[in-house]
């Protein structure tokens, strides 16, 4: 298997792939905030950013896959995806057990030199409670699924990372 997560991370294919269910998932946030009217709460609006940082991991992965440039793809995948895991997981114990003393922020801080809620306002502004239960799916609130879903892929990085130790398969002319 790892010999087969190796081969898979030197083509785009994969890497596409990623980036497709990255880009899968936003439209799915901004469906339900746009949509169906739900507010997005900074975590939301956090969590969103992680899945825009694995989204940006598969572009980079599919730019030249069969270089180093992967590893670089690789990082910023284990990054992304272990700090949207974190948040998700914040998340989700606001909302099971909420306190008045464990809030979130009003409004979402971003760099200076990155101003996402300026740039991107349907986007990136948050504008309801990290607390507030919106929406429940097969009875797991939305931070519970996006716990699963940022632990899935930070399972496959760790994977793919430890695959690239490994050396792929040559195929011989009969494809064995």
Request: aromatic share 14%; proline share 6%; charged share 15%.
């Amino acid at each position: 298997m790892l010999r087969f997560l190796n081969q898979c991370s030197r083509g785009r294919g994969a890497w596409l792939l990623m980036a497709l269910t990255a880009f899968a998932l936003e439209m799915v946030a901004l469906w339900f905030q746009h949509v169906m009217l739900l507010k997005p709460c900074v975590l939301c609006i956090y969590e969103r950013c992680a899945l825009f940082g694995i989204m940006g991991a598969g572009l980079v992965g599919a730019i030249a896959p069969a270089t180093p440039l992967r590893f670089g793809a690789i990082a910023i995948w284990l990054y992304s995806a272990g700090k949207g895991l974190e948040l998700a997981w914040q998340h989700t114990m606001m909302q099971l057990h909420p306190s008045p003393f464990m809030t979130c922020d009003f409004a979402a801080s971003f760099p200076s030199w990155l101003p996402l809620d300026k740039w991107l306002p349907q986007v990136f502004v948050a504008s309801g409670d990290c607390s507030v239960r919106q929406w429940e799916f097969l009875s797991l609130e939305m931070p519970q699924w996006l716990v699963g879903i940022f632990a899935a892929y930070l399972a496959v990085a760790l994977l793919v990372l430890l695959a690239q130790f490994f050396k792929p398969k040559k195929r011989d002319l009969f494809g064995r």
